[in-house]
């Protein structure tokens, strides 16, 4: 399967949120489904990698569904506000590139002595 840019991730989103006469939840409610997201997401994070395991008669989501419902939420509320997610990326890259360009040890640098 081909690789999706974000932009086709938001159109497809749009095309299958068109479908329906209720169409976009309000920011409000986007809001408060991403927390629900972000927070299945760490229950999962917790089973995989922390000390808590799953109960027998839990569900077997993975970490990878867990993205993708974020990735899908994350998508409706740029869309339902009109925001480019490749453009928010440009920006936030750019101010990462230049607030944070010496934060961190490149894996290239040699110590200065």
């Known amino acids: 399967m081909a690789e999706k840019s974000l932009t086709e991730i ?3 989103v ?4 068109s479908q329906f ?6 920011p409000l409610s986007l809001m408060a489904r991403l927390s629900e997201e ?3 997401l760490a229950r999962e994070i917790n089973h995989t ?8 008669d839990e569900a077997d989501n993975s970490i990878e ?24 990326h440009d920006k936030i890259m750019h101010k990462f590139n230049t607030r944070d360009a010496d934060r961190w040890t490149r894996k290239n ?4 002595s």
């Open 65 to 88: 569904m867990e993205l993708g419902d974020i990735l899908f939420i994350l998508s409706c509320f740029a869309n339902s506000l009109g925001i480019s997610l490749t453009e928010a």
């Open 49 to 56: 990698y922390g000390e808590k395991p799953k109960k027998p």
């Open 14 to 17: 749009d095309r299958y949120i």
């Open 21 to 26: 006469k209720e169409g976009y939840f309000s």
């Open 10 to 12: 938001q159109r497809e």
């Open 38 to 40: 972000v927070g299945e």
């Open 109 to 112: 640098s040699e110590p200065q």
